[in-house]
């Protein structure tokens, strides 16, 4: 094939060694920027913003590949909760007995076991969301927050199917709808905020030192033990074996205090004894921080992401 | 024009051992008589080095390029040779702003694209659903990416098999664009699109032949938007020779919409057919910089028998 256009550029060549300050005031004559530079904070926002149709279709396209080669296809998304609460119920319902002074113990412990696992599996995929993904971080130029902010959306997406199974489970245990349930929705808003920004932050750190990923299922299994996933905070404290302040700190812990939240919006028998003093402002405080801090945290590393 | 001529060769105060390489001044050294078309990519002594972890908890310093300049304008196309290791990929990189420099600095017109959206595509997924995926992860939206779908997909040939007359008339000009006449057999653009059932865009990525995905990835990231940059590395090598032809046709396309198309492959066929400039990279360092037939033919000196170019 011959070319279609005129070599427009072997006109000049030029001497060697012209000075340098010429290919600045070139560039800079030209309105051309300098390549792969980090974007300030409000023009990264804009960027993130306008590839949200990104985000979003990343995180189905993630969750439909994932069950793509299983039998029962998409089916998964609901037995794997459902499969999950059933073993927490035969080993701490059934074989441990923990339900002795927990009223309502099967929605108390899929409440429990739902909400921590949204969490859970949010930092999980934040610790793998740069290393897992260095492929399309090193091939393709976006906003690296796009990342973790699909995978976490992903992870809400799964745990909306989680709580509609839940709610099935719920009427058949004699729960029945109340309005106090909307409370549920600014709950999960603030946990989902408050996971995200921990997963941004998680994902900085594993993509530079990969280890993280090592360490986190030993860190979020201490995690769930502490939040009182599976057996009550405050009857721990009824018992009198830990100082207060123990138990308070346990209750004030982020997890315990989204868990308590959505508890006490779906469960009936769990009342406002059951939570922390300030709780609502627990949970805006949490999330404000976690987001907004481990946004920015992020953010600031954004240009060495994916470099050797 | 207040312009610096185009091109430079290796840095003037680079460090000492990095300028130790031979270095040849470009062709032809003629004063510019017309105004140069604007630049896009200005690299200006550009050195680039990366850490590889030596999987013993050490760290092993590779550097990549060094001390290269140039000025890449408006209509060119840019091939990239030199043996492997050379840093050609990593040069690429850099200007796509994916590869941090160790020092200097690459000013872009707008943001280059590297032709890399295969890592953005998921095997299990079917070619339609990548499509989409595809073009979103190049930066498009989705009203974006479905207008633009039915271009694609035929641009790919998956759906009916590439165009006979185009392939009949291999140095046709590029003004038609080679979607036309699919997208009007097709009969009306479908808003969402869906796939017919026995088309390969509805079966799993994973199920392509290699050169069927080649296309696909190829024509994703080619037909998505226009650039004014688009760094290719080696996909050229991929696909039969009738999609080969097609790829070339839409670089000259990109080319004429007044981009600049740079492009990294190790047949220097391509870079003949295709490029009009060529910069030999060896071991880092900018050898050569000029008209692509000389370029390449003082390359193919080199591997044949060890010889520098010419100096002029």
Redesign the interface.
Known sequence: ?????P????????????P?E??????R?????????RPPLPAYVRELW??R??IA??AT??L??QY??ARLGQLWQLMTPLLNAAVYYLIFGVLMDVQRGVPDYVPFLLTGVFVWTFTANTLTAGTRAISG?L????????PRASLPLSLALLQLQQLFLSLAALVVILLCFGEFPAWSWLLAVPAIALQALFSTGVSLVLARLAARTPDVSQLMPFVLRTWMYASGVMWSIGSLAERGRFPHAVVLALQCNPVAVYIDLVRFALVESYTAANLPPHVWALAIGWAALAFAGGFVWFWKAE??Y??? | MADPDETTTAAPNAPATEAAGPTTAPTDPAPPTAPLPAPTVVADRVHIAYTVPDGLGGNRRVHAVKGVCFVARRGEAIGLIGSNGSGKSTLLKAIAGLQPVESGTIHTQGRPALLGVDAALMGDLSGERNVILGGLAMGMTWSEITARYDDIVAFSGLEEGLDEDLDDHPAAGPATPPADPAARRRGGLSPHPSAAPGSPLSRPLRTYSSGMSARLRFAISATARSHDVLLIDEALATGDARFRRRSRRRIDELRAAAGTVFLVAHAHAAIRETCDRALWLEAGTLRMDGPADEVVAAYEEFTRTGATPPSR
Do not use: Y
């Open positions: 094939m011959t070319l279609t256009l070599p427009p550029t072997k006109a000049a060549p030029a001497p060697a060694a012209r340098d010429d290919l600045q005031a070139l560039a004559h030209h309105g051309l920027t300098v390549s792969g530079a306008a590839r149709d990104f279709s990343f396209a993630r439909t590949a793509s080669q993904n492929g399309l971080v090193r091939a393709l130029h976006f240009e060495t994916g470099r050797g």
